[in-house]
């Protein structure tokens, strides 16, 4: 009988590369497994968003012997502060020496400021062969009606993932946009 690691990240940490599967990308871990990702949010057309409910259908819905690791990782996000650097640079120039100067702490504020972060949630699926690929796809339709949308994640966005989990650089690379 073999023991199972919980919460082990070391086939993550150690891919061997990426692989197709079906219409997902696939990360291949160090014990050769194929890995699917997603990001799952809220629907913001539906108020009555129930996710407790869709991850207990998910994994009454898994065959025994799957792994799902759900990632809860707080993310840095630059949206609000790129929304309000463009609303300072739309105002008009200041007629008067202490509006000018404090458009400029402003400024300046938006650019040294650190970015605000979001918790994101993302679902590990290591794909058991090719009956896990249907199950698969069809989390958007299972989530759909617990007010839950699926993203399937690209191999850029594993890539970026898996940066982030590794080397969480508080300064961001999406920060570069500023």
């Known amino acids: 009988m073999s023991e199972q690691i919980v919460g082990s990240t070391r086939t993550f940490v150690l ?9 997902q990308a696939a990360l291949i871990g160090e014990d050769d497994t194929r890995r699917l990702f997603a990001e799952i949010y809220a629907d913001p057309d539906r108020p009555e968003v129930r996710p407790q409910e869709a ?11 799957w792994t799902l690791r759900l ?13 309000f650097q463009k609303q ?6 200041p007629g008067t020496e202490g509006l000018d100067i404090l458009h400029q702490g402003l400024t300046l504020a938006i650019q040294e400021y ?21 199950w698969w796809e069809g989390l958007c339709g299972l989530c759909a009606g617990f007010g839950l949308r699926i993203r399937y994640m690209d191999q850029f966005a594993i890539e970026e993932l898996s940066h982030w989990v590794l080397n969480p650089n508080l300064e961001y690379s999406a920060d570069r946009q500023l």
């Open 15 to 23: 891919p061997k590369g990426f692989t197709q599967v079906g219409n």
């Open 114 to 134: 650190p970015l605000p972060f979001v918790r994101r949630t993302v679902l590990e699926f290591v794909l058991p062969g090719d009956e896990g690929i249907a």
């Open 71 to 83: 990632l809860q990782l707080f993310w840095p996000d630059p949206e609000p502060r790129l929304e």
């Open 88 to 93: 300072v640079q739309n105002w008009s120039k």
């Open 55 to 65: 991850y207990q259908a998910m994994l009454s819905s898994m065959q025994p012997g």
